[in-house]
């Protein structure tokens, strides 16, 4: 390769034909599993005004004060390129009224985004998303239902040993009471923070119980909890969460420092881990979020939801099931007088929903069968000068090595017949 050739941008991928597959098996299992739960697709713009972020996720946050790929266009407007979605789906609802054509909206998203992040295995600048936004009830039940949702997903992909980690960060009223508890405890503490917690300390101080500092983590050993600043509203909801939880015999661990770092959350929070991701074991997180619609210009929604990062889950899932599509027939052509009967015998078998492939390269019958065989077949079908003159085909079994002679006239039927 010189150094002319143009190489795809650092942080981004190709998913090739072979990885191609795994991606499709992974979307129509995700569709499938939303459907039966009442969820409906929306899809929005890649990119989005810059203030739709910096408003919804919050200015302080990592991904608007370092991770938005942002610009000003020739008419002077600030866009960015989504680096989520729940922002998003949310304007969408508010602009397109969403609230008056149904009290209860449940969509999902299978979408990209974009982050400028130090790229890591299972993580790119451009990414991919699977999620869901459930606006309209305020009532825990919703919240069971999503987590749910979520679980059922990753189960019939093939994860196993999940676990779901909850919690609840309460109301407003209730964050900004721990807020202040929260900083009051550090005070003592700043000098030994990171810079990084330094600077988390007077804008979004809850973001600093997600260090992964050892000493950190020590530090916070000692915090106040959350839970002693929840209002009765959020001690009685968050109970029915946990119950409803009980009810559908989903397994969790109380997790009393779990936050999640966006500005919109309120109550219950989530994440969902795998251990066949190793250290990084995060593989899907949520929760809800009150206050977002009403911070974007809609009227006061209540709404929940949850995101899952596609590459993440893809590494996670043991031995894939998906399969690459394989191609049941393999139609040998021999001589310039077959070629039509080739190309005409292939579209018939296909339209009956026999995956079908036939030589475009015009190679000999041994190059041809052992292109068969490369692509594992089912059978090969052989048309030459002699079949046509007899007006019966040569159907190779390879499962068998057998052959036997079928009728021109009889060969779509007789492979419908068959069992692949």
């Not at 807020?179 to 503490?189: D, G, M, N, T, V």
């Not at 929840?230 to 109380?254: A, C, G, P, R, S």
């Not at 292109?371 to 040569?394: C, H, P, W």
């Amino acid at each position: 390769m010189n150094n002319k050739t143009i190489r795809s941008i650092k942080g981004t991928q190709d998913i090739l034909p072979e990885e191609s597959i795994k991606w499709q098996s992974l979307e129509n299992e995700i569709r499938k599993i939303t459907s039966h739960y009442g969820y409906e697709e929306i899809r929005t713009p890649a990119f989005e005004q810059t203030k739709l972020f910096s408003r919804g996720v919050g200015e302080e946050t990592d991904i608007v004060s370092k991770e938005m790929y942002s610009w000003t266009d020739q008419g002077g407007e600030n866009l960015t390129l989504k680096p989520e979605l729940t922002a998003s789906v949310a304007r969408a609802y508010i602009q397109h009224n969403l609230g008056l054509v149904s009290p209860v909206n449940k969509l999902y998203y299978i979408d990209a985004l974009f982050r400028r992040e130090r790229p890591q295995k299972g993580r790119y600048r451009q990414f991919h998303q699977f999620g869901v936004e459930a606006f309209g009830s305020e009532h825990p039940e919703i919240d069971a239902e999503v987590i749910a949702l979520a679980i059922s997903i990753f189960y019939s992909v093939g994860l196993e040993e999940l676990q779901l980690n909850i919690n609840s960060i309460g109301s407003p009223e209730c964050r900004k009471n721990y807020r202040i508890a929260l900083q009051e405890f550090l005070k003592p503490h700043f000098s030994n923070l990171s810079e990084t917690s330094q600077k988390r300390f007077n804008n979004n101080p809850l973001r600093i119980l997600d260090t992964k500092a050892p000493h950190e983590i020590n530090i916070l050993n000692d915090a106040p909890i959350i839970s002693n600043y929840w209002t009765d509203e959020d001690e009685t909801h968050f109970k029915k969460v946990i119950e409803y939880l009980d009810i559908l015999e989903i397994k969790y661990q109380l997790m009393p420092r779990l936050v999640r770092g966006l500005d919109y959350y309120t109550r219950t929070t989530f994440e969902i881990t795998s251990s066949n991701l190793g250290a990084q074991d995060a593989i899907c997180g949520g929760g809800r979020y009150d206050g977002l619609v009403e911070m974007l210009g809609g009227k006061p929604t209540p709404g929940i939801g949850f995101a899952a990062g596609m590459e993440r889950l893809l590494l996670a899932i043991k031995n894939n099931q998906s399969k690459k599509n394989k191609v049941q027939i393999y139609i040998v052509g021999l001589g310039d007088n077959a070629r039509g009967t080739v190309i005409k015998l292939a579209e018939e078998l296909r339209q009956q929903n026999i995956a079908t492939e036939f030589d475009v390269l015009r190679r000999s019958l041994k190059a041809q069968l052992r292109e068969a065989n490369k692509m594992d077949v089912s059978y090969a079908i052989i048309i030459g000068d002699k079949e046509l003159e007899s007006n019966q085909l040569e159907l190779k079994n390879f499962s068998t090595g057998d052959q036997q002679k079928i009728e021109l006239n009889k060969i779509v039927d007789h492979m419908n017949s068959l069992s692949f």
